[in-house]
């Protein structure tokens, strides 16, 4: 384990409230929304930042979505680049990615309303399952059922914003809120073990 974030990125400190979108953004995501989402908590609450772990693809011969420079731009729009909300300006390999997880308070995938969204079973969730991570997440798949039966996080509807900054705001300073989370993660999480899937 070694410090990837917290007191390594320029803008991310210790006592930071941290949320990871863990893996890549492709454009059946919905980053801009969350975006917009944490620009505007940003105002009341300076301390949360949003760091994705993933812009370019893991294949070199796989270009660049173009979802990826609409992120940037509305982030830099909102003055938020590189103050609220930071990009890995590559890719998180397999083995370095736990570090990344281990120093965030929230995991976070925001996704539009699409088939993909029906039938996609998020491995990144996997990823916060792992790392005991409280989420916030957008409705409408197959993970977003489960954090809703099971108390995970926050589960929101597509494209709104207010309903997002709200979530986020409760997932990451609402103490209780968040032990209940992690108590039902930490219960649950071992069921997706894969000797046991």
């Not at 990144?124 to 039966?149: C, Q």
């Amino acid at each position: 384990e070694q410090a990837v974030l917290r007191g390594v990125i320029d803008g991310i400190n210790d006592d930071d409230a941290v949320i990871v979108w863990s893996g890549g953004i492709y454009d059946w995501f919905d980053p801009l929304t969350l975006i917009s989402a944490v620009a505007a908590l940003s105002e009341r609450r300076p301390e949360v930042k949003l760091f994705f772990m993933g812009t370019a693809h893991p294949h070199p011969g796989v270009p660049a979505m173009p979802i990826i420079d609409d992120s940037r731009s509305l982030a830099e729009s909102l003055g938020v680049l590189d103050r609220h909300v930071f990009f890995n300006e590559s890719w998180t390999d397999y083995d370095d990615r736990q570090n990344f997880l281990m120093e965030a308070d929230l995991g976070v995938s925001t996704h539009r309303s699409h088939i993909e969204t029906t039938f996609s079973f998020r491995t990144r969730i996997l990823d916060y399952l792992w790392a005991s991570l409280p989420m916030v997440v957008t409705e409408g798949d197959h993970f977003a059922d489960e954090i809703l039966k099971h108390g995970f996080g926050k589960v929101v509807p597509e494209g709104d914003i207010g309903a997002l900054e709200s979530a986020l705001e409760v997932a990451l300073f609402d103490e209780k809120f968040r032990r209940q989370a992690i108590k039902a993660i930490n219960r649950a999480k071992d069921s997706y073990r894969w000797e046991k899937v």
